[in-house]
């Protein structure tokens, strides 16, 4: 094997040729995979023989052959990878068909477990349209959440200690849902809905890393995970909206009302069974909608930047200020979510080596607009804030807009100097992924302190 | 010496099945065996491997599984079929006509 001093290197190189085999699209994950053992293989024999990790990786590249002919005799061999396709086929003899039968009846379990969770309190006389929304608020990621987690620790192989940890964090999620006495218009309450699903899909990103989530770098595939099964969700949502209205009219057609139906039952129960359906859909055909995130991403971007642009030029030329309301802060924390959002989905994307192009110019042309809006924003709110005093909403709100803020203002200041070619693209990665545990953190903030110290107001 | 690309490409399936007939191999070992068999004089670029063992594992003449390697990574370990030694013997008879037929002329070749 390498010596420990040059393996680090080493490891790069082979990620960075593992990276240029998987865009050939006729070469699929479990071929790189094959390639890349046999590539290390090589590499160790070589090492052996006396040369350095260098000399060892370039000679078994070489022998490797060029990766055009590769690709084309792969395409020519597997003619059908040049169209993907949707159906769940198992892959032949990559896997033992027996493994993906195993795998769909898991998921198709753990789906109906968590469609059926949802309905469990109504045993305990908490009806969902009947005055417990809040509590359904409350606890809804806590329905289905541990079920995904519990796939991934079973796909990952997570041992019994994490698994402990992932178990207790749910646990302790549940009491901080349950055990503060929150009225039925308590704002610490909805607050506590809001946030909590951050924290659980932190911990659904510990089971999705195989609990390895102190090796940054495969947080950006769980990035790329969230983004991906948004979109899935989306799509099946959609379906589901349709299913529903058939489900409705139909039954109308022969004078009966369906609506306990949709209300009741294929509403919550799919809502929570699609989650589970949708990280499946990701994890089984992650080639087939693979960039269908970045490329939301590419699209959107130079609208959101024309928007933002059109709406200072709108706010100068009139000289109308921001009327400060109840719901402004929160606008304009979305706002910076998504544009949070657009920076990071645009990173995980990008060729780290590529050299700077028009695109970063205008992402960055986005970051500031966006800073420019929100500072204005809370000029104005700080302006007025001795008026309105402090409220749990509005502490939540000025504190996640700082949050964002602080991401954007570096991740300006970062793409300027990528720009100008002072440093590379890969750190304005790393300042992403390195700044992602801070939203959890501010969550469970708002979720344990804001109900004791606002007194569940 | 160096073999022309076509024979390489024809010799490359009996070769893969002969070798899978000694035993359960995995991609490297072939290719290692191949070479070492050869004295040298067969080298294959080492990519070219694969499509040819997914060619035979669609046609069933050889069956994969995925294992360990030593180190605990991930290995594909290919095991030829009845099927596969079926075809193996045909192949061995096909070049053995070849080789017989070329052996012939050349040894009269000498003589002359």
Same mark, same amino acid.
């Given at each position: 094997?390498?010596?420990?001093?040059?393996?680090?290197?080493?490891?790069?190189?082979?990620?960075?040729?593992?990276?240029?085999?998987?865009?050939?699209?006729?070469?699929?994950?479990?071929?790189?995979?094959?390639?890349?053992?046999?590539?290390?293989?090589?590499?160790?024999?070589?090492?052996?023989?006396?040369?350095? !990790? /260098? *000399?060892? %990786?370039?000679?078994?590249?070489?022998?490797?052959?060029? +990766?055009?002919? #590769?690709?084309?005799? =792969? $395409?020519?061999?597997?003619?059908?990878?040049?169209?993907?396709?949707?159906?769940?086929?198992?892959?032949?003899?990559?896997?033992?068909?027996?493994?993906?039968?195993?795998?769909?009846?898991?998921?198709?379990?753990?789906?109906?477990?968590?469609?059926?969770?949802?309905?469990?309190?109504?045993?305990?006389?908490?009806?969902?349209?009947? !005055? /417990? *929304?809040? %509590?359904?608020?409350?606890?809804?990621?806590?329905?289905? +959440?541990?079920? #995904?987690?519990?796939? =991934? $620790?079973?796909?990952?192989?997570?041992?019994?200690?994490?698994?402990?940890?992932?178990?207790?964090?749910?646990?302790?999620?549940?009491?901080?849902?349950?055990?503060?006495?929150?009225?039925?218009?308590?704002?610490?309450?909805?607050?506590?809905?809001?946030?909590?699903?951050?924290?659980?899909?932190?911990?659904?990103?510990?089971?999705?890393?195989?609990?390895?989530?102190?090796?940054?770098?495969?947080?950006?595939?769980?990035?790329?995970?969230?983004?991906?099964? =948004?979109?899935?969700?989306?799509?099946?949502?959609?379906?589901?909206?349709?299913?529903?209205?058939?489900?409705?009219?139909?039954?109308?057609?022969?004078?009966?009302?369906?609506?306990?139906?949709?209300?009741?039952?294929?509403?919550?129960?799919?809502?929570?069974?699609?989650?589970?359906?949708?990280?499946?859909?990701?994890?089984?055909?992650?080639?087939?909608?693979?960039?269908?995130?970045?490329?939301?991403?590419?699209?959107?971007?130079?609208?959101?930047?024309?928007?933002?642009?059109?709406?200072?030029?709108?706010?100068?030329?009139?000289?109308?200020?921001?009327?400060?309301?109840?719901?402004?802060?929160?606008?304009?924390?979305?706002?910076?979510?998504?544009?949070?959002?657009?920076?990071?989905?645009?990173?995980?994307?990008?060729?780290?080596?590529?050299?700077?192009?028009?695109?970063?110019?205008?992402?960055?042309?986005?970051?500031?607009?966006?800073?420019?809006?929100?500072?204005?924003?809370?000029?104005?709110?700080?302006?007025?804030?001795?008026?309105?005093?402090?409220?749990?909403?509005?502490?939540?709100?000025?504190?996640?807009?700082?949050?964002?803020?602080?991401?954007?203002?570096?991740?300006?200041?970062?793409?300027?100097?990528?720009?100008?070619?002072?440093?590379?693209?890969?750190?304005?990665?790393?300042?992403?992924?390195?700044?992602?545990?801070?939203?959890?953190?501010?969550?469970?903030?708002?979720?344990?302190?804001?109900?004791?110290?606002?007194?569940?107001? | 010496?160096?073999?022309?690309?076509?024979?390489?490409?024809?010799?490359?399936?009996?070769?893969?099945?002969?070798?899978?007939?000694?035993?359960?191999?995995?991609?490297?070992?072939?290719?290692?065996?191949?070479?070492?068999?050869?004295?040298?004089?067969?080298?294959?670029?080492?990519?070219?491997?694969?499509?040819?063992?997914?060619?035979?594992?669609?046609?069933?003449?050889?069956?994969?599984?995925?294992?360990?390697?030593?180190?605990?990574?991930?290995?594909?370990?290919?095991?030829?079929?009845?099927?596969?030694?079926?075809?193996?013997?045909?192949?061995?008879?096909?070049?053995?006509?070849?080789?017989?037929?070329?052996?012939?002329?050349?040894?009269?070749?000498?003589?002359?």
């Amino acid at each position: 094997m390498t010596t420990s001093l040059d393996s680090a290197p080493l490891e790069e190189q082979i990620a960075q040729w593992r990276l240029y085999l998987r865009r050939r699209r006729a070469i699929h994950g479990p071929d790189v995979e094959e390639l890349e053992g046999h590539l290390r293989d090589q590499i160790a024999v070589l090492s052996q023989a006396g040369l350095t !990790g /260098d *000399e060892a %990786f370039l000679v078994a590249v070489k022998r490797m052959g060029s +990766l055009d002919a #590769l690709s084309r005799e =792969f $395409a020519r061999e597997h003619s059908e990878r040049l169209w993907k396709q949707l159906v769940l086929a198992p892959d032949a003899g990559d896997e033992p068909s027996k493994t993906t039968l195993t795998e769909t009846l898991a998921v198709l379990s753990l789906a109906v477990a968590a469609a059926l969770t949802i309905k469990l309190p109504a045993l305990f006389g908490f009806r969902l349209g009947g !005055g /417990d *929304e809040p %509590f359904y608020a409350r606890n809804g990621s806590l329905f289905v +959440l541990p079920y #995904l987690t519990a796939y =991934f $620790a079973w796909k990952r192989g997570l041992g019994v200690a994490t698994c402990a940890w992932l178990v207790l964090s749910f646990a302790a999620a549940a009491v901080f849902a349950n055990v503060f006495p929150f009225g039925p218009h308590s704002d610490t309450g909805a607050l506590t809905a809001l946030h909590l699903p951050i924290i659980l899909w932190l911990v659904v990103g510990i089971a999705y890393l195989g609990g390895r989530w102190f090796a940054s770098g495969r947080r950006m595939d769980f990035v790329r995970f969230s983004g991906e099964l =948004f979109i899935y969700y989306a799509l099946i949502a959609f379906g589901g909206a349709v299913l529903t209205a058939l489900t409705m009219m139909m039954f109308k057609a022969i004078d009966i009302n369906a609506q306990w139906l949709a209300e009741g039952w294929l509403v919550p129960c799919g809502a929570m069974g699609a989650v589970i359906v949708g990280a499946w859909l990701v994890e089984a055909k992650q080639s087939v909608i693979e960039n269908m995130a970045p490329v939301l991403t590419r699209l959107f971007t130079p609208l959101f930047t024309v928007v933002l642009l059109a709406f200072l030029a709108t706010m100068v030329w009139t000289g109308s200020p921001i009327d400060v309301k109840r719901e402004v802060l929160i606008v304009f924390d979305l706002l910076l979510v998504l544009v949070v959002g657009l920076v990071l989905y645009a990173a995980s994307a990008r060729d780290p080596q590529a050299r700077p192009d028009f695109f970063d110019a205008l992402q960055l042309l986005l970051v500031v607009s966006a800073l420019v809006v929100d500072a204005m924003a809370l000029w104005a709110i700080a302006a007025r804030i001795s008026e309105f005093g402090f409220t749990p909403n509005r502490v939540a709100a000025l504190g996640e807009n700082l949050i964002l803020l602080v991401n954007l203002m570096w991740s300006a200041w970062l793409y300027a100097r990528f720009l100008r070619g002072r440093c590379s693209f890969a750190v304005l990665e790393q300042w992403q992924i390195a700044y992602l545990p801070v939203y959890p953190i501010w969550a469970t903030v708002v979720v344990v302190l804001f109900p004791l110290v606002f007194h569940y107001r | 010496m160096e073999l022309g690309k076509d024979l390489v490409a024809a010799s490359a399936t009996p070769l893969v099945l002969a070798i899978l007939a000694e035993g359960d191999s995995y991609g490297y070992a072939i290719i290692k065996r191949v070479t070492e068999l050869s004295g040298g004089h067969l080298e294959w670029t080492d990519g070219m491997l694969y499509p040819v063992l997914h060619r035979l594992e669609r046609n069933g003449l050889v069956a994969a599984k995925w294992g360990a390697s030593e180190s605990g990574r991930k290995r594909k370990y290919y095991r030829i079929t009845k099927e596969g030694r079926a075809q193996l013997a045909f192949q061995r008879q096909q070049w053995h006509v070849v080789d017989s037929t070329l052996r012939g002329l050349w040894m009269n070749a000498c003589e002359i």
